[in-house]
């Protein structure tokens, strides 16, 4: 990728507005559109198409419109349009007062085909859908010509009026338009525009019983809006000469305000590995049951990864490294992972919390003794000063960082083996006490080093291994859920092994511990708040905390599998 003069990487798509600001095209305006269906809540793919569509307005001086796709009545939901206007704003975009529907056009759009008609560029058909399909050929064969291809004008003029006038049942007759049932590209073979559908609409209620279809729709929502640059996904490639055919042939300049003339660009979608991303699937896993809900942390929604703790700066930071392409792939999502490591680890305030705890007693620190010591609160960022963390004679370490038994390389604690508790002292474990019946280690006795806490004689002294702890009395109960990937396959559309997508699920995609001990002056954290717990990773407070209970989600561990992917292939250079 090269860089221009500025920081902007230049992606196709800027190099096309560019040419097109360098020749005056649409007066030198840049104007687009986000337009989501509001049939779902937004996934991270739609991320990638926000960012890039309010991105190069923004980088070009020009504005973005989000307008709601909702031409389908049957699917669409007043829920999903709020959770879609959150989303945008959370991710850092202002649509200001350019809120559109394409509902609002379609008294507009109506005329439009009117006007279709009368220039004998559009027809009604009685076909069946059955026979529209049958009569269309293959890319092989060329279709045949509906037999009321040659209706007259005026009686398709009548015709369309008396279906919107709900004096046809649905799918009795559609209107298309007049195109080329010979050509090579299926949707210009006379593509339906509109069809007669009984649906409550969400905006618009009962008052139409037909509706426009997409590829009609939408070119003449972007004229309307006098969009300069309407980018969209590969799979519309296809349907760019029906695109540019609205355009040529509806007169939409007649329209007071409207200006200029649209193109359709398309980039390549987002694909992530282990994750699926169609909006039909996500809902499905919320309607049965298979996540809690669309915000459920392990999904890759807006919702659920902000819930998950993820930061819009981490989100947009993403988008702009995987870049807009013209040919399909799919993203590591420890990219993802990897863009939030980043973001975190320079403004996350860093805290212990014992996720599995061991109750560790240091037989010669002074009972009901309590010292408050100095702890960084993040290495990274100068400014962000140190707290006092208690210290006392019992305190909780990780289970993991015991082993009886351990193996060469393990470096922390073991029988009469030391090592430092973090920003405090170093012990030493003199004795193991098991649960008589289980044998389940259940304490550790030890003793401590006076003089090797920061500025005593012995505070320079090596030990192999550094622990995070809490101090037993001080500590504050908490419930922290880990995340693993939604999928156990890398590609679970992928269906070439016979199994649905949803036979793919991990199920150790979450796990709950519930008698997790947390530094006390995580007390008073606030849903939302995030911090990086000393080598267990970053966490966020979730929705469900309160004052009598706190609940973190880990948004990802510290171990960037991308990063170290990176460094091994500059190695193998
Ligand atoms: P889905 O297939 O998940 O239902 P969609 O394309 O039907 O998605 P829309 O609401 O129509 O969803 O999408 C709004 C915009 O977001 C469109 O311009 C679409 O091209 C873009 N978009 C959707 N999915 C992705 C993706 N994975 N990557 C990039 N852009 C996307
Ligand atoms: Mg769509």
């Known amino acids: 990728m090269t860089t221009s ?4 990487p230049v992606n196709f798509v800027q190099s096309i507005i560019t040419e097109d600001l360098k020749t005056g095209k649409n007066n030198s305006r840049v104007h687009t559109r986000f337009p989501p269906e509001p049939n779902g809540y937004l996934h991270i793919g739609h991320a990638k198409s926000i960012c890039l569509n309010f991105g190069l307005a923004r980088a070009n001086g020009g504005i973005t419109n989000l307008r709601f796709d909702d031409t389908n009545p049957s699917k669409e939901e007043v829920e999903y349009v709020d959770s879609i206007k959150a989303d945008v704003h959370w991710l850092g975009f202002d649509w200001d007062d350019r ?3 394409a509902s609002d056009y379609f008294e507009q759009l109506y005329q439009f085909a009117v006007q ?7 027809y009604i058909c009685d076909l069946s859908a059955e026979e529209i399909r049958a009569y269309r050929g293959t890319l092989t064969e060329a279709g045949k010509e509906s037999p009321y291809r040659s209706r007259p004008i005026e009686e398709n003029l009548d015709l369309f009026e008396r279906m919107r006038a709900g004096e046809f049942p649905d799918g009795s007759r559609v209107l298309r338009a007049k195109i080329d049932m010979a050509s090579p590209n299926l949707n210009m073979r006379d593509p339906v525009i509109y069809r007669i559908l009984r649906a409550t609409h969400h905006r618009t209620g009962d008052k139409w019983c037909i509706y426009p279809m997409y590829d009609y729709a939408h070119p003449l929502s972007d004229a309307l809006e006098s969009i300069t640059h309407s980018v969209c996904t590969l799979e519309f490639a296809d349907h760019r000469p029906l695109y540019d055919w609205v355009l040529d042939n509806v007169d939409y300049h007649i329209v007071e305000g409207v200006e200029g003339r649209p193109r359709q660009i398309e980039f390549a979608r987002l694909n992530l590995n282990y994750t699926v991303m169609s909006k039909r699937k ?3 896993l919320v309607e049965g049951g298979y996540v809690n809900g669309w915000d459920d942390p392990r999904m890759p929604t807006i919702s659920g990864l902000r819930r998950r703790g993820y930061t819009p700066e981490a ?3 993403f988008c702009e490294r995987i870049g807009v392409a013209k040919r399909d792939s799919v993203v590591d999502i420890g990219l993802l992972e990897h863009c939030v490591r980043e973001d975190l680890n320079r403004r996350a305030l860093r805290a212990m919390a014992v996720l599995r705890p061991l109750k560790v007693v240091i037989d010669n620190y002074p009972e009901g003794q309590v010292e408050w010591l100095d702890a960084e609160n993040n290495p990274e960022d100068p400014i962000a000063g140190t707290r006092k963390i208690p210290f006392s004679r019992e305190i909780y370490i990780e289970q993991e960082d015991f082993m009886e038994d351990p193996p060469r390389k393990f470096y922390r604690l073991a029988p009469d083996r030391e090592v430092r ?11 193991v006490i098991k649960d008589e019946k289980t044998g389940d280690i259940i304490e550790l006795h030890c003793t401590y080093d006076p003089d090797s806490k920061s500025g005593g004689a012995t505070a320079g002294r090596k030990v192999k291994g550094t622990s995070h702890w809490v101090s037993a009395p001080h500590a504050v109960p908490a419930e922290i859920r880990l995340y693993d990937n939604l999928f156990s396959s890398e590609n679970p559309d992928d269906d070439e092994d016979g199994l649905d997508y949803k036979a793919k699920l991990n199920p150790d995609s979450r796990e709950v511990l519930t008698s997790s001990m947390v530094e006390p002056g995580l007390a008073e954290a606030k849903p939302g708040d995030r911090f990086q717990f000393l080598r267990q990773g970053y966490f966020c407070v979730d929705l469900d905390s309160s004052t009598e209970k706190l609940v973190f989600n880990r948004i990802v561990s510290l171990r960037d599998t991308w990063a170290k992917l990176q460094k091994s292939k500059v190695k193998q250079k």
């Open 282 to 284: 996500l809902r499905e």
């Open 315 to 317: 989100i947009r930071d």
């Open 5 to 8: 003069n500025s920081e902007l």
């Open 99 to 101: 809120m559109y529907y």
């Open 421 to 431: 508790l973090k920003s405090a002292y170093i012990i030493k474990c003199e004795k």
């Open 116 to 122: 279709l008609i009368k220039a004998g560029k559009a």
